[in-house]
C-alpha cells in the first residue's frame, strides 16, 4: 500500500505513486461505483462532477491500513478520523483551479485514488499543479489506473482537472490533523457565540482606536476576537489588552509572567484559527512556543484541542519539511 512514493515540495508539498494499492485493494475501491450510492450532483461554474461518501463501505482494516500509511508518510499527526468520497465525471465536466485551505474543523491531507481503466490522453480528466491561479502548469498527474497523489491542503494547494471525454472515477480520502478536528471547531464556535466588541473592558477603547487608524481591519478585527477569548476565560483587563496589542503586532508579548504568555498565545490562535484557516507551519511554531508549560486550568479545554499532549504521533511534518525526491 502507496509504496515508492515520490515527494516534492514544489509548487506546493505532494506526493505521488504510480502504483497505489493491491489488486485486492482495488477491487475493493473499484466496487464503490458499482453500489447504488446517494450521488450528490455539483454543476457549478468551476466545479463539475458527482460525489458519494462512500466511507462506511470500506473495511476497517483497509482504513486502519491506509491511516497507518499516510502518518507514515507525511509525518503528520493523523486522528483516527476518515472520510472517504467517490468521485465521477462525465464527458464534458471540468474542475476549474482552486486552493482548498483547510478552515477551523477540516481536513488537512488528502489522497487521490485514480481508477480509469485504458485511459487515453484524449480521455482528459489530468490533474494539474499551479503556482497561482494565473500560473502555467507545473505538474501533471495523469488518470491513470491505481495511480495516487496525495497533498496537504492550504492557501496555496492550486489544483485543477482538464475537462474530460470519457467517464473518470477517483477515490479521494481525507484525513484530519490532531489540532485541527471538529471538536475543536464546535469549542472555538462556542467560545465565540454571539461575539460583541461591546463587553471589552473600557481600558482597551483608546488602544484599539489608535490601531484601527493605522492598521488593516483583518488585522485590528483577529486582535479584537483575542481579546474577547481572554475575556470570556475570566484575565483582567491588562492582560486582555496585553492580548490585543500582541495580536496586532504593537507589543510582544513578555514570556516573564508563564500564563499570561500562554493565554496571549493561544488566543491568538484560536482567534487565528476561527477568522482564517488552519496553517501548519504556524501551528508548529506555536507548539514549540508552549512545549514544556504548565496547563493552567481555564486554558486546559482550549489548549488540549488546540495544542495535544505529544505521545503515539511525536514526528516530524516530512512532507513540508523534506525536499523533492
Given at each position: 500500500m502507496l509504496l515508492q512514493t515520490k515527494q516534492h515540495h514544489h509548487p506546493f508539498p505532494f506526493f505521488a505513486v504510480?502504483?497505489?494499492?493491491?489488486?485486492?485493494?482495488c477491487a475493493v475501491l473499484d466496487s464503490l461505483f458499482s453500489q447504488d450510492n446517494a450521488w450528490q450532483h455539483r454543476d457549478g461554474a468551476f466545479y463539475?462532477?458527482?460525489?458519494?461518501?462512500?466511507?462506511?463501505?470500506?473495511?476497517?482494516?483497509?482504513?486502519?491500513?491506509?491511516?497507518?500509511r499516510m502518518r507514515d508518510i507525511t509525518g503528520l499527526p493523523l486522528v483516527d478520523r476518515l472520510l472517504v468520497t467517490a468521485q465521477r465525471m462525465l464527458p464534458g465536466q471540468v474542475i476549474g483551479i482552486h486552493s482548498d485551505r483547510p478552515l477551523l474543523g477540516y481536513e488537512l491531507a488528502r489522497l487521490v485514488v485514480q481508477l480509469n481503466k485504458d485511459w487515453q490522453a484524449e480521455h482528459g480528466g489530468v490533474l494539474e499543479l499551479f503556482a497561482s491561479p494565473e500560473g502555467e502548469v507545473m505538474f501533471s498527474v495523469n488518470p491513470e489506473y491505481n495511480k495516487a497523489f496525495g497533498f496537504l491542503l492550504h492557501a496555496e494547494s492550486y489544483h485543477g482537472v482538464t475537462e474530460v471525454t470519457a467517464p473518470r472515477q477517483t477515490v479521494v480520502f481525507n484525513f484530519w490533523h490532531q489540532a485541527n478536528t471538529p471538536e475543536l471547531d464546535t469549542h472555538i464556535q462556542a467560545l465565540f457565540a454571539k461575539l460583541h466588541f461591546s463587553e471589552l473592558p473600557a481600558a482597551l477603547d483608546p488602544i484599539a482606536s489608535d490601531a484601527e487608524?493605522?492598521?488593516?481591519e483583518?488585522?485590528?478585527?483577529?486582535?479584537?476576537t483575542a481579546a474577547i477569548a481572554l475575556h470570556r476565560w475570566g484575565?483582567?483587563?491588562?492582560?486582555?489588552v496585553t492580548g490585543y496589542q500582541h495580536s496586532t503586532g504593537i507589543v510582544r508579548c513578555d514570556s516573564s509572567d508563564a500564563e499570561t504568555y500562554a493565554a496571549v498565545l493561544l488566543a491568538d490562535w484560536v482567534a487565528y484559527l476561527y477568522r482564517d484557516s488552519f496553517d501548519l507551519a504556524r501551528w508548529e511554531i506555536l507548539q514549540g512556543e508552549l512545549e514544556g508549560m504548565e496547563r493552567f486550568p481555564r486554558l486546559m479545554p482550549t489548549w488540549q484541542l488546540c495544542v495535544p499532549e505529544r505521545g503515539q504521533f511525536d514526528v516530524q511534518s516530512r512532507l513540508i519539511h523534506n525536499t523533492d525526491s
Open positions: 504510480d502504483a497505489a494499492f493491491s489488486e485486492e485493494q463539475r462532477c458527482s460525489l458519494s461518501d462512500v466511507t462506511a463501505m470500506i473495511p476497517a482494516t483497509f482504513q486502519t491500513e491506509i491511516l497507518a487608524a493605522t492598521l488593516p483583518e488585522v485590528t478585527f483577529r486582535a479584537g484575565y483582567d483587563a491588562a492582560t486582555v
